[in-house]
């Protein structure tokens, strides 16, 4: 399912359903989108992928959002993430703050979103490239039985940058 221009930021928002058998384990369904080495088992485009300023004191995340409100905050801090270059398209590079919800029925929420232009200093050093932006990105994973789930996947990615128009055009 697509939704052209949602939230009226120029770019599209793109929902994905599934259902998968195995155990629903959210902190390892987690490191197959936020490590390198999880990540480049799918992502040929991936060129690195990190948390680079975790938070360990998740409690304090808890409380701030009301312990148990939005489920268990069990992972969180920001990352960072650089694209290869593809097909006319320079390489690219994103700063997200993301966390892990775990929910009392077995369900989680992995979650996304671009951190804001004014905290481009968190980026590691070296020369900037262009901006990718992720509006929104969320997973929900919901057990379906003792050895199954169903995942939903959201994205709202802005590409950034200029890009040749065959890549965009039907």
Request: hydrophobic letters at 35%; one cysteine or more.
């Amino acid at each position: 399912e697509k939704i052209d221009n949602f939230q009226n930021l120029g770019c599209p928002i793109i929902r994905m359903r599934s259902s998968l058998q195995g155990p629903c384990i959210s902190e390892l369904f987690a490191d197959i989108i936020t490590t390198l080495e999880g990540r480049k088992k799918w992502d040929a485009q991936i060129a690195n992928v990190e948390q680079i300023y975790p938070i360990y004191d998740t409690d304090a995340a808890n409380l701030a959002m009301g312990v148990g409100k939005y489920g268990d905050c069990c992972r969180l801090g920001v990352g960072y993430v650089q694209l290869k270059s593809n097909i006319g398209v320079d390489p690219r590079e994103q700063l997200t703050i993301a966390g892990v919800q775990e929910f009392e029925d077995g369900s989680a929420l992995l979650w996304a979103t671009e951190m804001e232009e004014w905290n481009n200093y968190l980026f590691p050093p070296g020369p900037r490239q262009t901006r990718a932006k992720t509006h929104l990105f969320s997973v929900a994973l919901v057990p379906t039985g003792p050895d199954s789930f169903d995942v939903e996947y959201i994205l709202q990615f802005e590409l950034g940058g200029k890009m040749p128009t065959f890549i965009s055009t039907p």
